[in-house]
């Protein structure tokens, strides 16, 4: 009997890796516990500048759309799912390139169709001429397609489709390169509507990192984004 407890205590010990793990959380403070949610999602530390709200709307944008955008990303580098351009257009794409008084225009109708490229000729450095109706050519709103360059004209607007109305668009509140949005959601989603320059609650931040953690654990386990 004696003999037999000797061969057990010879074993290696097994760690108790869950335990391990959740005692080295026990020395983290809030703040760091946070960002090292942020860096089990995002692979990266955060920037010094990004306040709570950003670390927590970033997150809570990643648990929303993260399997979106992995899954979309995948399909995108797949090689079958390639659009492959007609003989005829790769002949209009050519010739734009030689062309210099002409321009190669996608052009969008008012019957919500995208035209086939075509090249049109430029008149005064700035006007071309699109069914009968003038449209203006601004260098800068000039897109590049590969090795081409193109311009893409709306038939409702005199004006090309550019990033030059940047400003118009943010003061709608619809840039999609703002936090103000995602913010707003997070805010939303970890405590509710919050009030303009209202602090928030030290047990918003409890709440937050809790809902947070849960769901990090709940994508590792079950291979989620």
């Known amino acids: 009997m004696l003999e037999n407890n000797k061969k057990y205590t010879n074993k290696p010990e097994i760690k108790d890796?869950?335990?391990?793990?959740?005692s080295g959380l026990k020395g983290l403070n809030q703040m760091q516990m946070l960002h090292k949610i942020y860096f089990n999602l995002y692979n990266k530390k955060p920037t010094q500048e990004m306040t709570t709200n950003q670390l927590f709307m970033r997150i809570l944008y990643k648990q929303k759309f993260g399997k979106q955008i992995k899954e979309t990303d995948k399909f995108v580098k797949n090689k079958k799912n390639k659009f492959k351009w007609s003989s005829k257009f790769k002949n209009v794409f050519k010739k734009s390139k030689k062309k210099r008084n002409q321009i190669l225009v996608w052009f969008l109708n008012i019957k919500?169709?995208?035209e086939p490229p075509q090249l049109y000729p430029i008149y005064s450095s700035n006007m071309v001429i699109i069914k009968n109706r003038p449209y203006e050519v601004d260098p800068r709103s000039f897109w590049k397609m590969g090795k081409y360059t193109c311009q893409i004209i709306k038939g409702i607007d005199r004006r090309p489709?550019?990033?030059?109305?940047?400003?118009?668009?943010?003061?709608?509140?619809?840039?999609?390169?703002?936090?103000e949005f995602l913010i707003k959601a997070a805010l939303s989603a970890v405590a509710g509507e919050v009030k303009k320059g209202k602090p928030i609650d030290k047990k918003v931040i409890i709440i937050g990192a809790i809902i947070a953690l849960a769901a990090l654990i709940y994508f590792m386990t079950t291979g989620g984004a």
């Open 161 to 179: 489709v550019s990033n030059l109305d940047y400003n118009e668009i943010k003061v709608r509140g619809d840039s999609t390169d703002s936090d």
């Open 112 to 114: 919500g169709e995208i």
């Open 17 to 22: 890796l869950a335990k391990e793990y959740l």
